[in-house]
């Protein structure tokens, strides 16, 4: 499930458009919009194509409501987390948490 820059900050702003407004339907427009605010600037075509892919890869939900596509994540931000740790721990360390954590703490000098 691994993401790109752009796919992790078109997330990120529908979680947080989500969490801000429940039950709001979140447009690529409200996506746009909002990552212009955090100074993202991305055309609206690039916006649609990328949450196109993550249709695609079933991280978003694209659905219709009268004439206009609206789209959910799939999964929330911890659950989102979650499986990408999840991938790294099974790719780089044989799914031994013990050993990713190990590296985390030494890598980042997290034991004091």
């Avoid at 796919?7 to 919009?33: C, Y």
């Avoid at 079933?58 to 979650?82: N, P, Q, T």
Wanted: net charge negative.
């Amino acid at each position: 499930m691994a993401c790109g820059k752009l796919e992790i900050d078109i997330l990120n702003s529908i979680w947080k458009l989500t969490s801000n407004n429940d039950g709001k339907d979140i447009s690529i427009q409200d996506v746009v919009d909002d990552l212009a605010s955090n100074g993202t600037e991305r055309a609206y075509t690039t916006i649609k194509t990328v949450m196109d892919r993550l249709t695609t890869k079933s991280i978003l939900v694209r659905y219709k409501v009268g004439k206009k596509f609206f789209y959910s994540a799939a999964l929330d931000k911890d659950e989102m987390a979650s499986e990408s740790i999840k991938e790294v721990a099974e790719q780089f360390f044989n799914s031994d948490y013990a050993d990713l954590i190990r590296f985390v703490e030494n890598k980042f000098d997290l034991i004091k």
